[in-house]
Nanobody
Framework: VQLQASGGGLVQDGGSLRLSCAAS????????MGWFRQFPGKEREFVAGISSSGAIKYYADSVKGRFTISRDNAKNTVYLQMNSLKPEDTAIYYC?????????????????WGQGTQVTVSS
């Protein structure tokens, strides 16, 4: 199973980015997907999760109302639309594929991980 994340970059405070994560090697529509981020020297933290069907979505409190997770199962791809970005959103963002249909918030509950994509928000 491979997950390829893309879409990171440098954006100004208040700007937007859309991250994509393309999955191969498994039928992604059978599994929940998640986005996590990691700050330097910190543990990886949950950002958003989406169920296998796309009907159920969870968000970290810090991103609610600004970020939107979605998926296109026909393309085996999950997205993270990030609006109103803040400097404190600067981190490496990782996508992950879960082991069940419902999304979870703990990293150990995800089986496969993408390589990470850097998001930098300048003030």
């Amino acid at each position: 199973v491979q997950l390829q994340a893309s879409g990171g970059g440098l954006v100004q405070d208040g700007g937007s980015l859309r991250l994509s994560c393309a999955a191969s090697g498994r039928t992604s529509s059978d599994y929940a997907m998640g986005w996590f981020r990691q700050f330097p020297g910190k543990e990886r933290e949950f950002v958003a999760g989406i169920s296998s069907s796309g009907a159920i979505k969870y968000y970290a409190d810090s991103v609610k109302g600004r970020f939107t997770i979605s998926r296109d199962n026909a393309k085996n791809t999950v997205y993270l639309q990030m609006n109103s970005l803040k400097p404190e959103d600067t981190a490496i963002y990782y996508c992950a594929s879960g082991s069940r249909r419902l999304p979870m918030e703990r990293p150990y509950e995800y089986e496969y991980w993408g390589q990470g994509t850097q998001v930098t928000v300048s003030s």
